[in-house]
T-cell receptor, first 117, second 111 residues
Framework: KAGVTQTPRYLIKTRGQQVTLSCSPI?????VSWYQQTPGQGLQFLFE???????NKGNFPGRFSGRQFSNSRSEMNVSTLELGDSALYLC????????????????FGPGTRLLVL | QKEVEQNSGPLSVPEGAIASLNCTYS??????FFWYRQYSGKSPELIMF????GDKEDGRFTAQLNKASQYVSLLIRDSQPSDSATYLC???????????FGKGTMLLVSP
């Protein structure tokens, strides 16, 4: 199976602009999670979507939003960009539980590196 | 606030040695844990999943979970320079499908 894909891979924006990032999960995976990774804070959970519904949300301001489409592809949007939004944004798709693996397992995409100037 | 704590390192070991990576967590309700490896400039890749107390072995990797002590560890036997990476511990948040990640431990394996 193809892995998780994210586009674009690199992005440079200026303060105040908005950005949309895209994620295509592994075929058959219905849950997509988004994370922000910075050197100081590590991996921080943004939100999770399952079957087009936001299932969980992290502690990020409302400038960060997302959605999921019927084909499980997901997008996240950041409006009014700030310098501190510069980070690696990671998408992970979740494999459902199975015998011997009673927990959803997240597989990460390559990430989108966002630089805000 | 659910937390997963890891020593940032770097942990330096010679090639062929056993590397021991540790993680503690605050959410006593967390029942399962993942270990991911992240090479510099790359995304995390799954190494192990553990949910039972005790040890779980997969090749050169052994994950250990002690729920009473709220402690998870990852042992890497016969460490190789290619194991040099940051290792991330993640706990499954009780009642949710989400993960809380530690900030990772950098491992350096010298030839």
């Amino acid at each position: 199976k193809a892995g998780v894909t994210q586009t674009p891979r690199y992005l440079i924006k200026t303060r105040g602009q908005q950005v949309t990032l895209s994620c295509s999960p592994i075929s058959g995976h219905r849950s997509v999670s988004w994370y922000q990774q910075t050197p100081g804070q590590g991996l921080q959970f943004l939100f999770e979507y399952f079957s087009e519904t936001q299932r969980n949300k992290g502690n990020f301001p409302g400038r960060f939003s997302g959605r999921q489409f019927s084909n499980s592809r997901s997008e996240m949007n950041v409006s009014t960009l700030e310098l501190g939004d510069s980070a690696l944004y990671l998408c992970a798709s979740s494999q459902p539980p199975s015998p011997g693996q009673p927990q959803e397992t997240q597989y990460f995409g390559p990430g989108t590196r966002l630089l805000v100037l | 606030q659910k937390e997963v704590e890891q020593n940032s390192g770097p942990l330096s070991v010679p090639e062929g040695a056993i590397a021991s990576l540790n993680c503690t967590y605050s959410d006593r309700g967390s029942q399962s844990f993942f270990w991911y490896r992240q090479y510099s400039g790359k995304s995390p890749e799954l190494i192990m999943f553990i949910y039972s107390n005790g040890d779980k072995e997969d090749g050169r990797f052994t994950a250990q979970l002690n729920k009473a002590s709220q402690y998870v560890s990852l042992l890497i036997r016969d460490s190789q320079p290619s194991d040099s990476a940051t290792y991330l511990c993640a706990g499954v948040n009780s009642g949710y499908s989400t993960l809380t990640f530690g900030k990772g431990t950098m491992l350096l394996v010298s030839p």
